[in-house]
Nanobody, 120 residues
Framework: QVQLVESGGGLVQPGGSLRLSCSAS????????AGWYRQAPGKQRELVAS???????NYQDFVKGRFTISRDDAKNTVYLQMNSLKPEDTAVYYC??????????????WGPGTQVTVSS
């Protein structure tokens, strides 16, 4: 019943922009810490950015100044704005979040991923 679903991926030229969304649904009280990860073919899954319950953000060096993570708690949604995209940003992007139930139980969830392809 509880799930995370990403959207907004697609094909874009180098230098272009995309905005990814991650929506939580089901019987949850709130999103605690959340993050965006990515995985390119043949490579390890890596953290891109994270955001805490209070809105504090953290970015990996390879996306600093280009990507912005944000959240809308009223919509139970986390976003990743990606600007100045490079071919090496091509990957499947995954949302991960700790979701709290109405009884206070905290559990981690992954979305199924959305493909981002940066190519001419």
């Amino acid at each position: 019943q509880v799930q995370l679903v990403e959207s907004g991926g697609g094909l874009v030229q180098p230098g272009g922009s995309l905005r990814l969304s991650c929506s939580a649904s089901g019987s949850i009280s709130s999103i605690n810490i959340a993050g965006w990860y990515r995985q390119a073919p043949g490579k390890q899954r890596e953290l891109v950015a994270s955001i805490t319950r209070g809105g504090s953000t953290n970015y990996q060096d390879f996306v600093k100044g280009r990507f912005t993570i944000s959240r809308d708690d009223a919509k139970n949604t986390v976003y990743l704005q990606m600007n100045s995209l490079k071919p090496e940003d091509t990957a499947v992007y995954y949302c991960n979040a700790d979701l709290r139930s109405y009884t206070g139980y905290l559990r981690n969830y992954w979305g199924p991923g959305t493909q981002v392809t940066v190519s001419s």
